[in-house]
């Protein structure tokens, strides 16, 4: 059986996550703590404490979920023995998840990548004036169409696929105005729904070029090895594994699609058969399902899952 790891982005985070692995192992109250360390924050008190409103900022979802990841990958690695580099095809993470893949590949340190995500959630939150962006998600609509609309609606704004995440589902980004009228034209042209989304920024479209300059400067102050195992990356939809060439997707990606029906379209046609998704929630393996025909997909993000998963693997 071929297996890809993937993780997850923003959106998946809540309350309590992590708790059950920092109660039951050692490893994963040490990725935790380095993640405090890291940021000069008790980061995981909000993870586990609440309140919610805090955890969602973007500034503390992203390394959060990074941290939850990480957690679930060390415990493997001393319950399940497992090695990326040998039991993995590839890793691959949904926009933030990216970093995740990347730190659960040996890339990046724990550390770098908690701050290199603060840097980003800041960044991305300080791009456009509060209420200036929004985005929607169209359902029942596949890409080319969703351009169309995105295209249409804009009128000299910007309007852009953000996600393009598998099932018939597309995410716009852009200015207010703009993803207004692109819901409108949505109900026109058939799409099946259009809701506006409840995000702080406007993620992934033109307007998050000063935060794509930011990345820029951090990732270039920050070691970055070849990952053990190739990372499918979110604009390219191509594995990578140069270092230099990470870097300038991690940058692409502030400002560009996240493809990931096609990443995993890509993983499945290279033979992988089974997806893994490690983290927070059940988002990646619910999209996994309606992307790859005949691939299995599990979430890990409790102890208990973890537990079950080395019974079955081990």
């Known amino acids: 059986m071929t297996t890809a790891f993937i993780f997850p982005g923003q959106g998946s985070q809540a309350v309590g996550m992590g708790k059950t692995l920092a109660d039951a192992f050692p490893v994963a109250r040490a990725v935790f703590a380095e993640v405090d360390d890291a940021l000069s924050q008790k980061l995981s008190a909000i993870m586990w404490d609440g309140p919610a409103e805090e955890l969602t900022l973007t500034a503390n979802a992203q390394p959060a979920l990074m941290a ?8 493997l690695e001393a319950e399940a023995g497992l090695s990326l580099q ?40 300080k791009a456009v004036p509060a209420g200036e962006g929004a985005m929607a998600a169209l359902l029942g609509v596949e890409l080319e169409k969703a351009r169309e609309i995105a295209r249409d609606a804009a009128q000299g704004e910007v309007c852009e696929a953000a996600n393009d995440n598998g099932g018939g589902q597309v995410v716009l980004s852009g200015s207010k ?58 604009v390219g939809a191509a594995p990578l594994s140069d270092p230099d060439a990470i870097r300038a ?19 499945a046609d290279a033979g992988v058969t089974r997806f893994v998704e490690a983290g927070s929630g059940k988002v990646l393996a619910g999209l996994v399902k309606r992307i790859a025909a005949g691939t299995s997909a599990v979430s890990l993000g409790a102890a208990d899952d973890i537990r079950n998963y080395s019974a079955q693997n081990g």
């Open 68 to 75: 939850v990841s990480l957690a679930v990958i060390r415990v």
């Open 86 to 125: 040998r039991d993995a095809a590839f890793v691959a993470g949904h926009s933030l998840g990216e970093y995740s893949a990347l730190a659960a590949a040996g890339s990046f340190s724990v550390a770098d990548a908690a701050r290199l995500l603060r840097i980003r959630g800041d960044a991305m939150q």
């Open 177 to 234: 105005g703009a993803i207004e009228r692109a819901i409108a034209l949505s109900g026109e042209r058939g799409v099946k729904r259009a809701l506006p989304l409840p995000v702080s920024a406007p993620f992934h479209c033109a307007l998050m070029q000063p935060a794509a300059d930011a990345m820029r400067e951090a990732l270039a102050r920050v070691a970055l090895a070849a990952p053990v195992v190739p990372v499918m990356a979110n």
């Open 249 to 267: 997707s991690l940058v692409a990606q502030v400002t560009g699609t996240v493809r990931w029906r096609e990443c995993v379209q890509a993983m």
